[in-house]
């Protein structure tokens, strides 16, 4: 089946999106939408026969009357429903800005013939992953990132690759991954994402079990090259440096946790 995928650059000027610079709006069917504000948090938006489903809506006044309008515009209708991947405020942070427009916060998709749901425990403790079967479009939030570098802290190495198994076993090898942040993918990206993660915490391992700091660690050419994985669309600014000491910090945790 061939799968066309519409990048729309949004130019809007009474959008706040616009101030964000290159949303860009991916059309899976007339029933499915992706928004990818640049750098920010991927949003869902679904027509289902019991209303539209808004999922991970992020912060911000300006992108909230943005958002909100933009799915008046495709759909003529109003949020229904809003879902969350997780409870952090990138993807739930919009949440009250259309509670108090009438919308209803959901914690499953049970009542719902289009979406399949499941739990598991990689990036936080409760990761929600959506399926929406009609589109073939798997929201698996911050499980998986495609403009970042991976954070598997509260499930550690053995969450991660349970929850990446999950997402593999959902739909098929047509389907659209749609990461927490950065572009939507599909299933052959997700398990390099997989593979490089494993390369990475392994590298990290054999490091600091030969007595190296955290900024020797950093500094180590395998541990550049493995990181440069985790930008595929080599931007030039990707990850700022202490971010990468915590990201190795934090590696070494889970690593002494030993999950
Ligand atoms: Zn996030």
Redesign the pocket.
Known sequence: MKIILFFIALICPLSGFADTADTSVTKRSANAYILTPAYA?NIGLFNTAKGVVLIDPMPGENQLEALSAQVKSIFAKQVTYILNT?E?S??SGGNAYFIAAGSELIQSTAAFADFDSMTVKSHTANDAIFVHKPSNTIFV??IY?TNWHPTFYAGGVAGFVAAVDTILNLGDENSLIVP??GKPTDKQQLKLFRQNTLQWVAQVKVLHDQGLTVSEIKNNAEIQRILSKFNPEHKTDFIPQPAVERFIERTLTVIEKGV
């Open positions: 948090t997780h952090h990138d993807h939030g911050d990132t927490g942040h």
